[in-house]
């Protein structure tokens, strides 16, 4: 969030919904890269990882950099050609997609093999943190007039900058045996598929809302919404955090039940616990933070408590996808995830029109409600485990 405050600060709401919308495009630009293959790297080398396999570690995650850059290029290349029609994004050129896609596309591919290798706290910092960091320091610099770029070029550099570290993380630890590239790579491929599916629907899910919102309106108003959203995501950031190190947990319990729940309900509890107290400073205070974001976003403030009624939505329900995708339940997400997509984009189109960021907000918070009790429901009637908070 404080990089959030210090780009809207420095650029206002339309630079930085423009930026927003950049980070749109190379974030669905590398999900179609990796093909899957982040995730199912996450399941596949964590099992691999506790049996001490590590030629299969190697020959497979070194595939996936391959497969993904080839695919990623490809793709950057294509979003290019056709945004010069459909104007989504302004200033950026195709040198500047390529660096900030391409290195995207590895600290999803990394990232997930660190958090593999059972290093939360590398994961969080080379994936949360230093990207902000770095990015920070570029906005520093511009200030101070000793660099003078666009904010979507300081984003792509320090993605860059960090794919480099997490690129040598894959040398030490992977690569320091010999790669031999001996795997079924279209059976891989086929078994990745499915995650590829579910992070699609899930990308489209996320992201529909501020590009309809571009179609109808204007990057103020995505810049506006982008700002309520992020404050919202707060409230679920403890779920997430605890996510990192639940997902393979989970993917090494799959024959222990009861080992499976307590590990699902205390991650609930907690996030619940934190979630709730988060919720309260935002509905209290949430007025006086906006208005550190710049005047112009205080009366989104009803806005941001729409989002913030769907994120405790997501929090007390409990980690669906994470226990989905490890459980094998990749599919049945996948539908589920289909359903809310369609509802998610139809709400978008029939709202935002007539009601614009209100419109917005209120298709958001029924498809993630969608989303959380149908997942809820498949959680409990194929695992016979409860994700959401017990009373």
């Not at 780009?7 to 590398?30: C, P």
């Not at 070194?62 to 695919?71: G, H």
């Given at each position: 969030?404080?990089?959030?405050?210090?780009?809207?600060?420095?650029?206002?709401?339309?630079?930085?919904?423009?930026?927003?919308?950049?980070?749109?495009?190379?974030?669905?630009?590398?999900?179609?890269?990796?093909?899957?293959?982040?995730?199912?790297?996450?399941?596949?080398?964590?099992?691999?990882?506790?049996?001490?396999?590590?030629?299969?570690?190697?020959?497979?995650?070194?595939?996936?950099?391959?497969?993904?850059?080839?695919?990623?290029?490809?793709?950057?290349?294509?979003?290019?050609?056709?945004?010069?029609?459909?104007a989504l994004i302004t200033d950026f050129s195709f040198a500047i997609l390529l660096i900030g896609g391409i290195s995207l596309v590895w600290m999803r591919l990394g990232?997930?093999?660190?958090?593999?290798?059972?290093?939360?706290?590398?994961?969080?910092?080379?994936?949360?943190?230093?990207?902000?960091?770095?990015?920070?320091?570029?906005?520093?610099?511009?200030?101070?007039?000793?660099?003078?770029?666009?904010?979507?070029?300081?984003?792509?550099?320090?993605?860059?900058?960090?794919?480099?570290?997490?690129?040598?993380?894959?040398?030490?630890?992977?690569?320091?045996?010999?790669?031999?590239?001996?795997?079924?790579?279209?059976?891989?491929?086929?078994?990745?598929?499915?995650?590829?599916?579910?992070?699609?629907?899930?990308?489209?899910?996320?992201?529909?809302?501020?590009?309809?919102?571009?179609?109808?309106?204007?990057?103020?108003?995505?810049?506006?919404?982008?700002?309520?959203?992020?404050?919202?995501?707060?409230?679920?950031?403890?779920?997430?955090?605890?996510?990192?190190?639940?997902?393979?947990?989970?993917?090494?319990?799959?024959?222990?039940?009861?080992?499976?729940?307590?590990?699902?309900?205390?991650?609930?509890?907690?996030?619940?616990?934190?979630?709730?107290?988060?919720?309260?400073?935002?509905?209290?205070?949430?007025?006086?933070?906006?208005?550190?974001?710049?005047?112009?976003?205080?009366?989104?403030?009803?806005?941001?408590?729409?989002?913030?009624?769907?994120?405790?939505?997501?929090?007390?329900?409990?980690?669906?996808?994470?226990?989905?995708?490890?459980?094998?339940?990749?599919?049945?997400?996948?539908?589920?995830?289909?359903?809310?997509?369609?509802?998610?984009?139809?709400?978008?189109?029939?709202?935002?029109?007539?009601?614009?960021?209100?419109?917005?907000?209120?298709?958001?918070?029924?498809?993630?409600?969608?989303?959380?009790?149908?997942?809820?429901?498949?959680?409990?009637?194929?695992?016979?485990?409860?994700?959401?908070?017990?009373?």
């Open positions: 969030m404080m990089i959030t405050l210090i780009i809207t600060r420095v650029y206002g709401a339309d630079a930085f919904g423009n930026y927003a919308l950049f980070i749109v495009a190379i974030q669905f630009s590398a999900m179609i890269a990796t093909f899957g293959l982040d995730q199912y790297l996450l399941r596949d080398i964590s099992k691999a990882f506790k049996l001490g396999n590590e030629n299969e570690i190697g020959d497979k995650s070194s595939f996936s950099f391959l497969f993904s850059t080839y695919l990623a290029i490809i793709t950057l290349s294509l979003f290019y050609v056709v945004n010069q029609y459909v990232g997930e093999l660190i958090r593999a290798f059972e290093k939360p706290f590398t994961y969080s910092i080379l994936s949360y943190i230093a990207v902000h960091l770095f990015l920070g320091l570029f906005i520093l610099l511009n200030q101070l007039n000793i660099i003078g770029r666009d904010i979507v070029e300081y984003y792509a550099y320090s993605v860059a900058i960090v794919a480099i570290f997490i690129f040598f993380f894959h040398i030490k630890h992977v690569w320091k045996n010999k790669i031999t590239f001996q795997i079924n790579q279209f059976e891989w491929l086929q078994k990745a598929f499915p995650f590829f599916l579910v992070s699609s629907i899930s990308f489209v899910n996320e992201w529909v809302d501020k590009v309809c919102l571009k179609l109808f309106t204007t990057s103020y108003e995505v810049g506006l919404y982008t700002v309520d959203y992020r404050l919202a995501q707060l409230v679920a950031f403890p779920l997430m955090a605890l996510n990192i190190m639940l997902a393979p947990a989970v993917a090494n319990q799959l024959k222990n039940k009861i080992s499976m729940q307590n590990l699902i309900s205390n991650t609930t509890k907690k996030s619940v616990v934190w979630g709730f107290s988060i919720l309260i400073i935002l509905v209290f205070f949430g007025e006086f933070l906006l208005a550190l974001f710049g005047q112009e976003f205080v009366s989104s403030y009803p806005i941001m408590i729409i989002l913030c009624v769907a994120q405790i939505i997501n929090v007390i329900i409990g980690p669906i996808g994470v226990i989905m995708k490890m459980t094998n339940g990749e599919k049945a997400l996948q539908h589920i995830l289909i359903i809310s997509t369609i509802l998610n984009i139809i709400l978008n189109c029939l709202l935002i029109p007539e009601y614009e960021t209100f419109g917005a907000a209120t298709s958001t918070l029924i498809s993630i409600a969608v989303t959380n009790l149908l997942g809820a429901i498949w959680i409990k009637k194929q695992l016979n485990v409860q994700s959401w908070l017990k009373i």
